[in-house]
């Protein structure tokens, strides 16, 4: 198997009451097993891209066989974006690097305004997707959001936080009120790997 399914970093109760545990049992033992499933078919059929990075099988997707490109975007993307997420999640928040600080000043003034740039990319994603803080080929920081599983990889920039704006992310417990769980999300925000992410990007 070219892929395999993380491990969560923490036990799936440790983000309640933010998100709860069974939510995150289900989101990450049934939606993304089923992409990691899904992605290693498509790439059965390709042995030479079974080991290939994630990130850069999404950077060059234009150079994916096209008989398989459309399940290595859906599921490639839903793979990866997955994997981010639960890494930028967790029960001690910590704080932004000195850098990172600095760099979310530079282009946003202050982590409040960040927060409600987040937000709104978040909230007026129309249907499914996710909301992202990438940092682009100049090294800046920027948010928006994309649609379905599309990765920010696809415009060559680097995810560092991500959240899953898919109501299977957050129905049980916030229903239709996902302004509610974009809230709640800033309170499990791991910094301290964020900040590492941006390190490693920059």
Excluded: C
Excluded at 18 to 33: L, V
Excluded at 40 to 47: D, G, I, V
Excluded at 97 to 115: F, G, W
């Amino acid at each position: 198997m070219a892929f395999t399914l993380p491990d969560l970093p923490y036990d799936f109760a440790a983000l309640e009451p933010h998100i709860d545990a069974r939510t995150m049992e289900i989101h990450h033992g049934k939606h993304h097993a089923g992409y990691t499933t899904k992605l290693n078919a498509a790439l059965e059929q390709h042995p030479e891209l079974q080991g290939v990075a994630i990130e850069d099988l999404l950077r060059n997707l234009h150079s994916v066989p096209a008989g398989i490109r459309g399940a290595v975007r859906d599921n490639g993307g839903g793979y990866a974006n997955h994997a981010l997420f639960w890494q930028v999640m967790g029960p001690d928040q910590g704080e932004p690097s000195d850098a990172l600080k600095d760099a979310i000043h530079a282009s946003y003034t202050d982590r409040e305004a960040m927060y409600e740039a987040f937000s709104t990319a978040a909230a007026t994603r129309f249907g499914s997707g996710w909301a992202w803080m990438v940092v682009d080929g100049f090294g800046k920081i920027q948010i928006y959001s994309t649609a379905n599983q599309d990765s920010p990889y696809y415009s060559n920039h680097t995810p560092i936080l991500g959240l899953d704006v898919w109501e299977h992310a957050y129905y049980l417990n916030y229903q239709n009120l996902r302004p509610d769980y974009i809230s709640a999300f800033f309170n499990v925000i791991n910094w301290t790997k964020v900040s590492e992410l941006y390190a490693a990007a920059t």
